[in-house]
T-cell receptor, first 113, second 116 residues
Framework: GENVEQHPSTLSVQEGDSAVIKCTYSDSASNYFPWYKQELGKRPQLIIDIRSNVGEKKDQRIAVTLNKTAKHFSLHITETQPEDSAVYFCAASVDSSASKIIFGSGTRLSIRP | ETGVTQSPTHLIKTRGQQVTLRCSSQSGHNTVSWYQQALGQGPQFIFQYYREEENGRGNFPPRFSGLQFPNYSSELNVNALELDDSALYLC???????????????FGSGTRLTVV
């Protein structure tokens, strides 16, 4: 089955700097790649997603890139702010219904003031 | 508010007991998925229900079972609880269908289960 690897597990950046989180997936049939942000004690919330027919997508300070050939995708956060501190999960969908989503192990992002 | 509600929010059970967790999906969503999130880990897919039938299952033993009702609400049942079952259990609803790719996932706040 699908396996999603995520790196790094922890990341600390200075406020205002950029943060990059990288993921790889194993199943070449995966066609949907969402990113979730989970604050302490709260539910995961979708922050951005990308589909396999697109190489890059941007939403304000957040961008995702997808390299289908290499089977990896990345999350980029620019001009980081204290409220960006959270755990971020990448994920990939594995079947045509695209409703079963496999998550990475998470990256704990800390923003230093 | 996302519209996906789970109950109870917290639960403490003894090893060997049985537990039922409940989820009310967001209006218009006919697909419900259940995930187990251990402390410090990513959510692990347990199973998914679409129109009252199981539609995919992750690597969990048969003592994890579920139901979906005509109003698309759902239950997760776990028998013979083990200490390792302690985790946050998340329900996610989506408007997905089997034939069509629909991607919107809305998570509930979860039920934190502690097995002692």
């Amino acid at each position: 089955g699908e396996n999603v690897e995520q790196h790094p597990s922890t990341l600390s950046v200075q406020e205002g700097d950029s943060a990059v989180i990288k993921c790889t997936y194993s199943d070449s049939a995966s066609n949907y790649f969402p990113w979730y942000k989970q604050e302490l004690g709260k539910r995961p919330q979708l922050i951005i997603d990308i589909r396999s027919n697109v190489g890059e997508k941007k939403d304000q300070r957040i961008a995702v890139t997808l390299n289908k050939t290499a089977k990896h995708f990345s999350l980029h956060i620019t001009e980081t702010q204290p409220e960006d501190s959270a755990v971020y999960f990448c994920a990939a969908s594995v079947d045509s219904s695209a409703s079963k989503i496999i998550f990475g192990s998470g990256t704990r992002l800390s923003i230093r003031p | 508010e996302t519209g996906v509600t789970q109950s109870p929010t917290h639960l403490i059970k003894t090893r060997g007991q049985q537990v039922t967790l409940r989820c009310s999906s967001q209006s218009g969503h006919n697909t419900v998925s259940w995930y187990q999130q251990a402390l410090g880990q990513g959510p692990q897919f347990i199973f998914q229900y679409y129109r009252e039938e199981e539609n995919g299952r992750g690597n969990f033993p048969p003592r994890f079972s579920g139901l979906q009702f005509p109003n698309y609400s759902s239950e997760l049942n776990v028998n013979a609880l083990e200490l390792d079952d302690s985790a946050l259990y998340l329900c996610a609803s989506s408007p997905g269908t089997v034939q069509k790719a629909r991607y919107g996932y809305t998570f509930g706040s979860g039920t934190r289960l502690t097995v002692v």
